[in-house]
C-alpha cells in the first residue's frame, strides 16, 4: 500500500453530523482484547496530530497555513471523538488502564522486535520492563478493590507479574534525554516506530494526569496514578527526545499524516471485530486526503517534493498486535537491573554513591512505606498472603519471584541480590 498513489477525496467530505461521531460502544465482555488496545493506540495518535496542529500553528506566521491546518484538525478532531466514544460507559477508570498497560507493553515489545536501530531500541526495551511492572499494580489493585482479575481483560496474552520495580524507575530528570534520530539517513520503520511510541505514550500519560484526580474508589488508587503518571513523563522526555530535530514543520506534518495513514491501515488489515474495521477503513480514506493536503503544503511553502521526507512512499511491515510474554522474558531476565546515564543505558551496580539516581532516588522515595507503587502491593500482601499474579511459569528474576514479599531493591540498589 502507497497511500501517495491513493485518489484522495475532499478534506471536507469527512465533516459529520453529532449522530456520526458518537459511535456505538463495543461490549466489554464480548470485544478482543486487542480491539480496545488499538482504540486505545488510534485516540492517542489523533491527540497527538491534534497537539502538533496547535503547536505548529502557534509558531507560524502565515494565516493561509494555519488556515489549513485548522481544517486538517477539525476533522482529526471528530476522528478522536468518534474512536473515544467506542469505551463503554460501563467500563471502570482501572479496567481501561489495564487496556491502556496491554497496549504498552505488546506495542513496545513489537516494535522493539523489529527495529533496527540499536539506540531506539534499547530505549524500547528500557521502558519495556516499566510498562510491564504498571501493569502488574495496576492489576493488584483492581483485584483488591473490585475482585476484576487483570488476566481476564488481556485475555492471557500478557503476563501480570513484576518488571522493574516502579519505585526503581524514578530518575532524575538528565538521565531520559536520549540521542535523536537523523531522518535522512533513519529507515522508514524507525521513523514510524518513533513516531508511534512517542504518541502512544503520550496518550498514556495525559490519562494519568487527568485520572489521577477523577479516580474516585479511595485515595491509595489516586496516589497511584500520581506516581505512575511520573514515570510516563519520563517516558514520554526519552521518546520524544528521540525525534529528529532538524526537520521543519511542515515535514513533521507530513510524516504525522503518513504515521496515521500507516496506522490506520495496519488496524483495519488485524481488526476482527467487523463494525470497528469499518472505522478504521474510514479513517484511514480521511488521512489520505490529509496527507495529499500535507504534501501540497510542503511543495507549496518549502518547494520540497514529498519524496525528500518519506523516499519511498510504500508502507513498510504493517504493525500488528499480540501476544510477546517470551520477548517480554528474555528483556526482564537480562536488563532488569538497568537503569539510565545520561544517554546510556548501566547497570544500577555500575553506579558510584554520589550519582545523581541515588540522589532522585533519596528525594523522592524516602520513606519506602510511603511510596504508592509499593503500598498497593504490600498491602495486598498483607491482606491475602501472596501478591496478585497470572504467570505462565517461574519469574525468570529469582529476586522478584517471592511472592510474599514486594522487592523495593532490583534496579534501585547497587548490592541487590540476585
Not at 187 to 207: C, D, G, S
Not at 229 to 251: A, C, M, N, P, R
Amino acid at each position: 500500500m502507497n497511500p501517495f498513489q491513493e485518489k484522495p477525496k475532499s478534506v471536507d467530505s469527512a465533516f459529520k453530523n453529532w449522530s456520526g461521531i458518537y459511535l456505538r460502544p463495543y461490549n466489554k465482555h464480548e470485544v478482543s482484547p486487542y480491539t480496545k488496545t488499538r482504540i486505545i493506540l488510534m485516540n492517542g495518535t489523533e491527540f497527538e496530530s491534534v497537539w502538533f496542529g496547535h503547536q505548529t500553528q502557534r509558531n507560524c506566521p502565515n494565516n493561509d497555513i494555519r488556515r489549513d491546518l485548522a481544517l486538517i484538525r477539525r476533522v482529526e478532531q471528530q476522528q478522536q471523538k468518534a474512536i473515544a466514544s467506542l469505551k463503554p460507559k460501563d467500563e471502570t477508570i482501572l479496567e481501561h488502564t489495564i487496556s491502556y498497560e496491554q497496549l504498552a507493553v505488546d506495542l513496545t515489545a513489537e516494535l522493539a522486535k523489529r527495529e533496527p536501530d540499536k539506540n531506539v531500541k534499547a530505549a524500547l526495551d528500557f521502558a519495556l520492563l516499566e510498562d510491564f511492572d504498571h501493569l502488574y499494580r495496576y492489576s493488584d489493585l483492581l483485584e483488591a478493590t473490585m475482585g476484576v482479575k487483570s488476566e481476564e481483560l488481556v485475555g492471557n496474552y500478557a503476563e501480570i507479574m513484576p518488571g522493574r520495580p516502579t519505585i526503581s524507575e524514578h530518575r532524575y530528570p538528565f538521565d531520559n534525554v536520549r540521542f535523536f534520530i537523523n531522518c535522512k539517513s533513519a529507515t522508514p520503520i524507525t521513523k514510524l516506530n518513533v513516531a508511534i511510541i512517542t504518541a502512544a505514550e503520550q496518550q498514556t500519560m495525559n490519562y494519568y494526569m487527568n485520572v489521577a484526580a477523577l479516580y474516585d474508589h479511595d485515595d491509595l488508587g489516586r496516589q497511584l496514578y500520581q506516581e505512575i503518571g511520573l514515570i510516563e513523563e519520563q517516558h514520554v522526555t526519552q521518546y520524544g527526545s528521540l525525534l529528529d530535530t532538524k526537520t521543519t514543520f511542515l515535514e513533521n506534518l507530513l510524516m504525522h499524516e503518513y504515521t496515521e495513514c500507516y496506522l490506520y491501515y495496519s488496524c483495519f488489515e488485524d481488526e476482527t471485530d467487523l463494525y470497528i474495521k469499518g472505522i478504521w477503513e474510514e479513517h484511514f480514506h480521511q488521512e489520505v486526503a490529509h496527507l495529499h493536503m500535507a504534501a501540497d503544503m510542503l511543495k507549496k511553502y518549502e518547494k520540497k517534493d514529498w519524496q525528500e521526507v518519506i523516499p519511498d512512499g510504500n508502507f513498510p511491515q504493517l504493525l500488528t498486535l499480540h501476544e510477546n510474554k517470551a520477548y517480554v522474558r528474555d528483556i526482564l531476565a537480562n536488563t532488569v537491573h538497568n537503569t539510565s546515564k545520561k544517554e546510556e543505558y548501566v547497570n544500577v551496580a555500575s553506579l558510584s554513591s554520589d550519582e545523581n539516581f541515588f540522589k532522585f532516588q533519596k528525594a523522592v522515595n524516602e520513606p519506602v512505606e510511603e511510596v504508592p507503587t509499593h503500598i498497593v502491593i504490600q498491602s495486598y500482601i498483607d491482606s491475602k498472603g501472596e501478591d496478585y499474579r497470572y504467570q505462565d511459569t517461574d519469574h525468570p528474576v529469582p529476586a522478584l519471584s517471592d511472592r510474599t514479599k514486594d522487592n523495593v531493591s532490583v534496579g534501585r540498589e547497587a548490592n541487590a541480590k540476585e
